[in-house]
């Protein structure tokens, strides 16, 4: 597994409207099945906690709060799977499985090229606001899509990727870049949801940005 | 990012023709092409042995075929 080192935000040493403490993390590349099945497992009962909280509350209930990643985990045998994870204090923080083949961009001026696609994407219970009162840790989701943006340039599609988003994620996708292409007609496993690119030019864009931090 | 290793390939004219093409427009190196191909190949097959279809739609003509492996 390529471990990558980076810095998260731990959210739960704020003081005030300063920022929190910063600490080493690794974005990990290629994170391997039993880790996949282990995280899910240990994920399992902050998860239920947040949604039993979230009904007590009378929160409406999460889109797809459940998503297996043991049964994932077989997938990734396949050359064609990749799974990324966020690391810190010892275990994941964030998984993602992208595919990186089988998709092609539907946004001129590559619409045909290969992208990556991005399957799946998670935070830990405890790192996600829908799900306890105070996050810990921030940056999950785009240091994750910053990774992919990587593997898409590795690949030679130049950083290129699609994914649909579920309702609750259409603005952080946004925020990052992320064109708004179509509501799916085709995917039945994503009918209805807004397909969203990440071209050549907003990904690299984005990079950029990130290498100035 | 992951380690990789090196072979050589022999290719027909008409193979290789294909490949430049397929470089040419998806605008990568004639070796990403091919391992971009390796693992379609590797997926499909991976489907197809779970009982999975590959079928293709076309919208205008309202036409749909199936790959059939014998």
């Known amino acids: 597994m390529t471990r990558v080192p980076v810095k998260l935000e731990d959210k739960h040493t704020r ?162 870049g992320l064109v708004r292409v179509e509501i799916e007609r085709h995917n039945r496993h994503a009918r209805g949801l807004w397909y969203y690119e990440w071209t050549q030019q907003g990904a690299n864009y984005f990079l950029t940005k990130r290498r100035g931090i | 990012m992951k380690e990789k290793r090196t072979m050589t390939l022999n290719l027909t004219e008409r193979e290789m023709v294909a490949l430049e093409e397929l470089s040419a427009s998806k605008d990568m190196t004639k070796t990403a092409v091919i391992r971009q191909a390796i693992r379609l190949y590797q997926l499909l097959d991976a489907k197809l042995s779970k009982g999975e279809r590959l079928v293709w739609e076309d919208d205008k003509a309202k036409t749909k075929s199936e790959l059939v492996v014998l």
């Open chain 1, 15 to 176: 003081q005030g409207q300063s920022r929190g403490r910063l600490v080493n993390a690794f974005l990990c590349l290629d994170v391997p099945a039993p880790v996949l099945a282990e995280t899910a497992r240990n994920w399992e009962p902050l998860l239920n906690a947040g949604l039993e909280r979230r009904g007590r509350l009378g929160l409406p209930a999460l889109e797809n709060p459940h998503w297996n990643w043991s049964t994932k985990a077989a997938w990734i045998s396949l050359a064609s799977y990749r799974s990324l994870g966020i690391e810190c204090e010892g275990v994941m923080q964030g998984l993602m499985l992208v595919v990186t083949d089988g998709y092609f961009a539907r946004v001129p001026p590559d619409t045909g090229k290969p992208i990556v696609y991005v399957d799946y994407v998670q935070s830990s219970p405890q790192n996600n606001e829908d799900l306890v009162d105070k996050p810990r840790f921030g940056a999950i989701g785009s240091f994750l899509m910053e990774g992919a943006a990587r593997l898409s340039i590795d690949m030679e599609f130049g950083g290129r990727l699609g994914l649909h988003s579920l309702n609750r994620s259409e603005g952080f996708y946004e925020k990052l």
